[in-house]
């Protein structure tokens, strides 16, 4: 199992490094599917924050599906401990669903409705001058499966975004839940094993979940 730390706007020493090795050794014997772990230490520059000031980030690459943990914390070691928590709790939940005794009860589940045919006239644009003609910025690659890309605009700028590429085989609604609670994220993109279509799996108030699908006309 591969350990892959690094800093995001901050420097990671060799001590924590270590130390990362030391906390990390135990999630072999939880999954030994796993290839690599990566570890991203990032610090929170808001005073207001100071009891969340270094973020911990823990991304497990397996032959499974991609599990995800993260916390905040006054400093890196609380913040890996709570991260480290989160993960093995995922893992466990993983193991128990593939020795089938996962999968008990069931989620409600909302879809869009589909939009009618006949929709009022837009109003019509208002027209504004051209802004001045920029050179388009280059994304820098921070990881194998993560670009920033600066996008520019006019006043203050440019807004920085954060992009994401992760592959998975097609799946039904239910395994794309499992796989979104697995990375602790309110979303994830997945292709319908049914359809074929694009879709997203959501977290909604009212409901358990939602889905939304992409179709061509």
């Known amino acids: 199992m591969n350990i892959t730390v690094r800093g995001r706007h901050t420097d990671v020493n060799d001590r924590f490094r270590r130390h990362v090795d030391n906390k990390l050794a135990k999630i072999e014997r939880l999954n030994q599917k796993v290839i690599r772990v990566d570890v991203e230490v990032s610090e929170e520059r ?10 911990v980030e823990l991304t497990i690459r397996s032959r499974g599906p991609v599990i995800r943990a993260e916390a905040a914390a006054d400093d890196r070691y609380g913040a890996l401990d709570l991260a480290l928590d989160k993960l093995e709790s995922r893992l466990r939940r993983d ?6 005794h996962g999968g008990k009860g069931r989620a409600k589940l909302a879809t869009m409705e589909p939009l ?8 019509a644009p208002v027209t504004r001058p051209a802004p001045p003609v920029r050179d388009e910025p280059e994304a820098v690659k921070v990881s194998p499966d993560e670009n920033i890309v600066p996008i520019p605009m ?64």
């Open 116 to 123: 009618p045919e006949a929709l009022p006239e837009p109003p």
């Open 154 to 217: 006019d006043g203050d700028g440019p807004v920085v975004v954060r992009e994401k590429f992760h592959k998975a085989e097609p799946m039904g609604i239910e395994q794309a839940l499992f796989e979104m609670e697995l990375v602790g994220h309110d979303f994830f993109l997945y292709r319908d094993k049914a359809t074929g279509h694009p879709s997203v799996v959501y977290r909604r108030r009212g409901w358990d979940y939602g889905v939304i699908r992409l179709v061509e006309e």
């Open 46 to 55: 808001n005073p207001r924050l100071a009891d969340q000031r270094e973020r």
């Open 95 to 100: 193991s128990e669903r593939r020795k089938g």
